[in-house]
């Protein structure tokens, strides 16, 4: 099927039931994303900056990105200005940096907190301890540019399908407490970022009101460089 077919496909499949599709778009060209965009997508994740950056100032400017990948601090100053949603906040540190260009920018920049579940050392990720203290920091406190708006998280890459359910049951448990104890009364706190191509459909089962689709939309055809054409 081709990427229009399968974005309608998935659409009919997530939409009806409230589940936000981001089409993640990483290594795929110009003319793949464009295909997405005609069929209606407009919600599209990167895993680096420097792509998601080259991409932005090239294609329409109604796309609203995530960054979906590790951010280094550094880095936050390039996506700053037009970034929708960062989803991979691990640090109050890093916290202190979006909200610095946030406010540069004259901005409010909504975040997730990337919270680690899998049993993986190369995952990155908030422990549930971690995430607590983060929030109980006076520090957090002050950060006027930034939205919590839920969080994220990466299962084990594994074909267990129990392992994976109990990894997002547990984020989404762990959703529920932060959502009662810390945001109760904010709405805006109502995102669980969880599924990949893999194990979206267990996400779904397990609470997911996100999931981060790559290759059940663009298909596993590795692309060089994103701006090379498709012959």
Same mark, same amino acid.
């Given at each position: 099927?081709?990427? !229009?077919?399968?974005?309608?496909?998935? +659409?009919?499949?997530?939409?009806?039931?409230?589940?936000?599709?981001?089409?993640?778009? +990483?290594?795929?060209?110009?003319?793949?994303? &464009?295909?997405?965009?005609?069929?209606?997508?407009?919600?599209?994740?990167?895993? =680096?900056?420097?792509?998601?950056?080259?991409?932005?100032?090239?294609?329409?400017?109604?796309?609203?990105?995530?960054?979906?990948?590790?951010?280094?601090?550094?880095?936050?100053? #390039?996506?700053?200005?037009?970034?929708? =949603?960062?989803q991979s906040v691990d640090s109050l540190k890093l916290l202190q940096e979006i909200n610095k260009h946030a406010l540069k920018n004259n901005r409010t920049i909504d975040c997730l907190?990337?919270?680690?579940?899998?049993?993986?050392?190369? +995952?990155?990720? /908030?422990?549930?301890?971690?995430?607590?203290? /983060?929030?109980?920091?006076?520090? #957090? !406190?002050?950060?006027?540019?930034?939205?919590?708006?839920?969080? =994220?998280?990466?299962?084990?890459?594994?074909?267990?399908? +129990?392992?994976?359910?109990?990894?997002?049951?547990?984020?989404?448990?762990?959703?529920?407490?932060?959502?009662?104890?810390?945001?109760?009364?904010?709405?805006?706190?109502?995102?669980?970022? =969880?599924? &990949?191509?893999?194990?979206?459909?267990?996400?779904?089962?397990?609470?997911?009101?996100?999931?981060?689709?790559?290759?059940?939309?663009?298909?596993?055809?590795?692309?060089?460089?994103?701006?090379?054409?498709?012959?």
């Amino acid at each position: 099927m081709s990427i !229009a077919d399968n974005i309608n496909n998935l +659409k009919k499949e997530t939409g009806g039931i409230g589940v936000t599709l981001i089409a993640v778009s +990483k290594t795929k060209p110009a003319a793949d994303l &464009m295909e997405a965009y005609d069929a209606g997508q407009r919600l599209f994740g990167e895993n =680096m900056v420097q792509e998601l950056v080259e991409k932005q100032e090239t294609l329409p400017k109604d796309i609203q990105w995530h960054l979906i990948g590790h951010l280094q601090t550094n880095k936050v100053k #390039y996506i700053a200005p037009f970034i929708a =949603m960062i989803q991979s906040v691990d640090s109050l540190k890093l916290l202190q940096e979006i909200n610095k260009h946030a406010l540069k920018n004259n901005r409010t920049i909504d975040c997730l907190l990337q919270i680690y579940i899998a049993d993986e050392d190369t +995952k990155y990720g /908030l422990g549930f301890d971690e995430a607590i203290e /983060l929030l109980r920091n006076p520090e #957090y !406190a002050e950060l006027k540019n930034i939205r919590i708006r839920g969080l =994220m998280g990466i299962a084990t890459n594994t074909d267990n399908e +129990k392992q994976i359910k109990e990894e997002y049951y547990e984020l989404k448990t762990f959703f529920d407490g932060i959502k009662t104890s810390f945001f109760r009364k904010e709405e805006s706190f109502d995102t669980v970022s =969880m599924g &990949m191509s893999a194990d979206y459909q267990l996400a779904i089962e397990q609470g997911s009101n996100m999931v981060r689709l790559g290759s059940t939309i663009f298909g596993t055809r590795v692309i060089k460089h994103w701006k090379n054409n498709t012959n």
